[in-house]
T-cell receptor
Framework: NAGVTQTPKFRILKIGQSMTLQCTQDMNHNYMYWYRQDPGMGLKLIYYSVGAGITDKGEVPNGYNVSRSTTEDFPLRLELAAPSQTSVYFC????????????????FGQGTRLTVV | AQTVTQSQPEMSVQEAETVTLSCTYDTSESDYYLFWYKQPPSRQMILVIRQEAYKQQNATENRFSVNFQKAAKSFSLKISDSQLGDAAMYFC??????????????FGEGTQLTVNP
């Protein structure tokens, strides 16, 4: 079972470069999320999506863009990399039901460690 | 906005002993879930235990149990018979229920648990 797959696992970027972090899930989950985790800190929500074609900002969206053209994929785009974007990035997905005692839990990918120098 | 606070950046416990990790949260909602996640050095986010706000009974999962005090907005994790494999970063997390919020998770800043042999 693949679950949530993130690529790449590690990346070093130079200031001003751009890149896309890929996230794919094979569980047909409607909800998908991007979080970042700075050293010694908890995860903060960047963007989320409740279905194909629908995205919304989280707590820390500046400097990032997302798209959700399919249920499976939720890429995160960094247009002009800055040192402040050095972090570990996690993608997560969640299925149904979304409420009640049997509400589904989130599945996390293994993370992408990004360093901007 | 919801906030989650973990006031213990680091904790240590002797193998086979019991340790309690603290978490407080702030919300005006009545329908929510609380979670404890474990993050070992592999970075994988592992769900340890969850608590539904409408349930008065504290959740338990084998050696892990919680003390949920809704009025005090407190949610502590007790690990009994600590094992070396329990050493990790532990995150407390909150999830508000409801479609408009995207069912996002809000995380505390984490507690690094060391288990001494």
């Amino acid at each position: 079972n693949a679950g949530v797959t993130q690529t790449p696992k590690f990346r070093i970027l130079k200031i001003g470069q751009s890149m896309t972090l890929q996230c794919t899930q094979d569980m047909n989950h409607n909800y998908m999320y991007w979080y970042r985790q700075d050293p010694g800190m908890g995860l903060k929500l960047i963007y989320y999506s409740v279905g194909a074609g629908i995205t919304d900002k989280g707590e820390v969206p500046n400097g990032y863009n997302v798209s959700r053209s399919t249920t499976e994929d939720f890429p995160l785009r960094l247009e002009l990399a800055a040192p402040s974007q050095t972090s570990v990035y996690f993608c997560a997905s969640r299925g149904l039901p979304t409420r009640g005692p049997n509400s589904a839990e989130a599945f996390f990918g293994q993370g992408t460690r990004l360093t901007v120098v | 906005a919801q906030t989650v606070t973990q006031s213990q950046p680091e904790m240590s416990v002797q193998e086979a002993e019991t340790v309690t990790l603290s978490c407080t949260y702030d919300t005006s909602e009545s329908d929510y879930y609380l979670f404890w996640y474990k993050q070992p050095p592999s970075r994988q986010m592992i769900l340890v235990i969850r608590q539904e706000a409408y349930k008065q009974q504290n959740a338990t999962e084998n050696r892990f149990s919680v003390n949920f005090q809704k009025a005090a907005k407190s949610f502590s994790l007790k690990i009994s018979d600590s094992q070396l494999g329990d050493a990790a970063m532990y995150f407390c997390a909150y999830r508000r229920e409801g479609e408009t919020s995207g069912s996002r998770l809000t995380f505390g800043e984490g507690t690094q648990l060391t288990v001494n042999p």
